[in-house]
């Protein structure tokens, strides 16, 4: 079956300029997130949809960082006026249950390499 | 605060040398702790979910253990397609508590 995907799976801004990441999650997973991955770190958390709603953006560095999932499905996570400290790995996933549903393995995507000029 | 440190940072293992990375966290509770492993230019892999002290789980040469402070992955008799980074994570009961604390990880280098 299909995994999760994201796409552009490589994207090069110049300093200032909007990107926009999408990503498609496993159809049907209520949860979707979005961590932002720095060179030989972990994976950070961003933020968390339940399907359409977004419950946690507490891990948004910025308020040049948004997200969106309007339909519960594809979700978007753009960012206005990058800088350089912006160059990461920005992985999606997504999980079957909302937050009522237990504990689940969330299944990530390959991810977007951000590199800001 | 919740957190997650992972040892050591590298390792490196002859084909067929067992041995275990280690994985200690604080948490105000534990929903679960997760392995996962990466491959360069790859998104995170699943592996294990644990949910309790005690708890053991087994896939192929990796076996994963949990302990109220610390979780183990152990490599028995490696091969060189193992070596990737291997992540550690948990999941808290708080309020956000949907959200994967990660550690650095521990990144395996299997020669033959």
């Known amino acids: 079956g299909a995994g999760v995907s994201q796409s552009p799976r490589y994207k090069v801004a110049k300093r200032g300029q909007d990107v926009a990441l999408r990503c498609d999650p496993i159809?049907?997973?209520?949860?979707l997130f979005w961590y932002q991955q720095a060179l030989g770190q972990g994976p950070e958390f961003l933020t968390y949809?339940?399907?359409?709603?977004?419950?946690?953006k507490s891990g948004l560095p910025s308020d040049r960082f948004f997200a969106e999932r309007p339909e519960g499905s594809v979700s978007t996570l753009k960012i206005q006026r990058t800088q350089q400290e912006d160059s990461a790995v920005y992985l999606c996933?997504?999980?079957?249950?909302?937050?009522?549903?237990?504990?689940?393995?969330?299944?990530f995507g390959p991810g977007t390499r951000l590199t800001v000029t | 605060e919740d957190q997650v440190t992972q040892s050591p940072e590298a390792l490196r293992l002859q084909e067929g040398e067992s041995s275990s990375l280690n994985c200690s966290y604080t948490v105000s509770g534990l929903r679960g702790l997760f392995w996962y492993r990466q491959d360069p230019g790859k998104g995170p892999e699943f592996l294990f979910t644990l949910y309790s002290a005690g708890e053991e789980k087994e896939k192929e040469r990796l076996k994963a253990t949990l302990t109220k402070k610390e979780s183990f992955l152990h490599i028995t008799a490696p091969k060189p397609e193992d070596s990737a980074t291997y992540l550690c994570?948990?999941?808290?009961?708080?309020?956000?508590?949907?959200?994967?604390?990660f550690g650095k990880g521990t990144t395996l280098s299997v020669s033959s």
């Open positions: 994570a948990v999941q808290a009961w708080s309020q956000a508590g949907t959200a994967l604390i």
């Open positions: 949809f339940q399907n359409e709603a977004q419950l946690d």
């Open positions: 996933a997504s999980s079957p249950t909302g937050l009522a549903g237990g504990t689940y393995e969330q299944y």
């Open positions: 159809s049907g997973h209520v949860s």
